[in-house]
């Protein structure tokens, strides 16, 4: 059963996708300056938002805040409204709700702005009691400076604690940012994704292109570089079966690339996918994958290829 939606959050469902900005900026995973320019994400965000995508991701913690602050320039060259989210990074330092609030402020600077639209926690400290910042989310969004509060790659228990917080305030938990794409589907198979519908949290998709692997260019004689081949690197072996069937499944809607399919299956799901993009032509073909829908049966046909994936 699905929540009645709050009006205040309302606008997270608005969004059928969004942009990840992890990439600017970011040299460890992403190799940021080498391939990539500041010019090349900006071309990325201005299709982005040629293309209604509007709602970008990013955290203070991607690039050292270089993201925020790339953001942050990107946003005075632009008329179009753009809603920003972004994250407080839970450093071992960092224990009260006072802490938020300072962390968001510096966000706030960084990014040019006086309010987010929405605030996350990018992760649940193994040191803090998830309370402490669940109050300083409130906190935030009583003093005006985030529209909507969320939380990131919590389980179902973390999500509820954050919640019953929030809820004394009369604060609606927003979303719940997890890694989801048909490589991982733990979000729905743990029940955390009914459980979001349930009490009406937007489930926001991270790596919905499983960083990259959904997009067909990569396989075991291609691995993707740096650490991704670390991460997906025993998976490539099996992964082509899936891509052949994403491929199949794109012609039969119209010519639609292997990454549109990948991202049409998390709306599909419910999820709000926010794939990174490097370029204007990776931003340009991940708009495309909505204002279409994959049938009922090509969404069951990529759950049963995809099933082995995640136990
Ligand atoms: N909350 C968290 O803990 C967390 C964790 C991870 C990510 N996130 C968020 O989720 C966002 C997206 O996740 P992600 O960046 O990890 O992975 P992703 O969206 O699954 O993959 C992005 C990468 O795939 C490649 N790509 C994207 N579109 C493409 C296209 N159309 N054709 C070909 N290649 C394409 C690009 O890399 P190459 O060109 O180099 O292959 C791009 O950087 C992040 O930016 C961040 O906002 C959050």
Redesign the pocket.
Known sequence: MSAEISESIRFLYESEIGL????WGDRMV?NYGKGYTDADIEDGFKISLENHVNFV???EV?GNGRSERLLGQFLKRTKTPVIVAT?FFPMPWRWTKATVVRALRHSLERLGLEGVDLYQI??PSPLVPIENYAEGLASVHKLGLARAVGV??YDKNQMQRAYTVLAKYDIPLASN?V?F?LLNRSAEKSGLLARCQELGIRLIA???????L??G??SSENP??GVRSGKYGSILKDLQPLIRLMTDIGKDNGSK?T?QVALNWCICKGTLP?????TV??AE??AGAVGWRLSEEQVRALDVASDRFTK
């Open positions: 990840g900005a992890w990439s992403w991701d990013t955290a991607y994250k990018h992760f990131s790659n940012q890694e794409h991270y790596s919905p292109l499983a960083m990259g959904l997009t260019k990569y993707p570089p690339t990454s926010i794939p990174g993009a490097k032509r990776q073909m991940n």
